[in-house]
């Protein structure tokens, strides 16, 4: 059974970077995507980087330019660069398949950007 694992987060100040990691114990076929969704307080969990099974990626517009989503498949690894963080990237961050969520999700990482 394929366990999620995130891990990374933290506190930064506005304009900073961040590089969250997702690992899994156990192995996710390759032909799953793979996304980073983000739940803040009080709001929906949503998804907002993904690389599908082809390879072709998505960012939701509110992080395009800023956040770049790499997989490691030999490694069991997915990570997340955010760069130029904002106060309203503040969120628990979670790993799970796309567009189909599949697995059961991890305990997130939280990343709170704030001065």
């Known amino acids: 059974q394929v366990q999620l694992v995130e891990s990374g987060g933290g506190l930064v100040q506005p304009g900073g970077s961040l590089k969250i990691l997702c690992t899994n114990i156990g192995t996710i076929d390759s032909n799953y995507g793979m996304a980073w969704y983000r739940q803040a307080p009080g709001k929906q969990r949503e998804p907002v980087a993904a690389?599908?099974?082809?390879?072709?990626?998505y960012y939701a517009d509110s992080v395009k330019g800023r956040f770049t989503v790499s997989r490691d498949i030999a490694g069991n690894r997915f990570y997340l660069q955010m760069n130029n963080l904002k106060p309203e990237d503040t969120a628990a961050y979670y790993c799970?398949?796309?567009?189909?969520?599949?697995?059961?999700w991890g305990q997130g990482t939280q990343v709170t950007v704030s001065s």
């Open positions: 690389v599908t099974a082809p390879g072709t990626l």
């Open positions: 799970n398949t796309y567009p189909t969520i599949w697995l059961s």
